[in-house]
């Protein structure tokens, strides 16, 4: 439940980063504006870092009980050894940075899918359970990061001369896909009682009583 309840967090995140982040750039920082390009590849590998951080736990301490912990080490080192071939043969191709960033992204989506993978191994017993399970926490990268990426694209092609209207439009996307991805996220996981969760959670937190 966690997993997948963050997958979605975590997937309208990133799509309020494509929005803000070339915006504030843009206005603020515009000497730093060629990098974009990498940031908007880039930004969507910590998708595959966030929905990794319950799965992680797991597998490691399920691990340990087995004293297999050494299991992690190479998952971590195959990752690292993906980032640094990939990003020296996209820059040894032309791509400069837009490359390194590419590589960054691969990296964690190969070190994010695996992780959940072999933690789903051992939870799930039903192979049919963890492809399904597997399939629920990628639907709302699939569904959400590309399509927010096509309408900020689309978007400042519209509307090249002017931000305000590029932003609206994008915030708009988003919160229509919010609108008809909810339900799919309620049939999921029933969002009541984490949404009770979350509130009770915090208002212990601050000391709220009542």
């Known amino acids: 439940m966690p997993t997948v309840v963050f997958a979605y967090v975590a997937a309208f995140a990133i799509g309020l980063l494509i929005i803000v982040i070339p915006f504030l750039v843009t206005v603020f920082l515009p ?4 990098g974009l390009g990498a940031f908007l590849i880039y930004v969507p590998g910590f998708y595959f870092l966030g929905i990794i951080l319950t799965a992680n736990t797991i597998l490691t301490l399920i691990l ?3 004293r297999r912990q050494r299991f992690v080490l190479y998952v971590q080192g195959a990752a690292v050894g993906l980032e640094a071939g990939l990003a020296i043969l996209f820059v040894k191709t032309g791509l400069g940075l837009e490359g390194a960033a590419l590589a960054s992204t691969v990296a964690y989506a190969f070190y994010g899918v695996t992780i959940l993978a072999l933690a789903a191994k051992y939870v799930l017993p039903a192979g049919k359970e963890r ?6 926490v990628l639907i709302p ?3 959400i990061i590309p399509l927010m990426l096509a309408t900020h694209f689309f978007a400042g092609w519209v509307f090249p ?6 932003v609206v439009l994008e915030l708009v996307v988003l919160t229509a896909i919010a609108g008809s991805i909810y339900p799919l996220l309620d049939r999921l996981v029933p969002m009541r009682p984490v949404v009770a969760e979350v509130r009770n959670s915090v208002r212990a937190r601050l000391g709220i009583r009542g």
């Open 31 to 34: 000497k730093y504006t060629p």
């Open 141 to 143: 990268f699939l569904a």
């Open 161 to 166: 001369a002017s931000l305000a209207p590029g």
């Open 131 to 136: 492809m399904s399970f597997l399939v629920s």
């Open 64 to 66: 340990i009980s087995r």
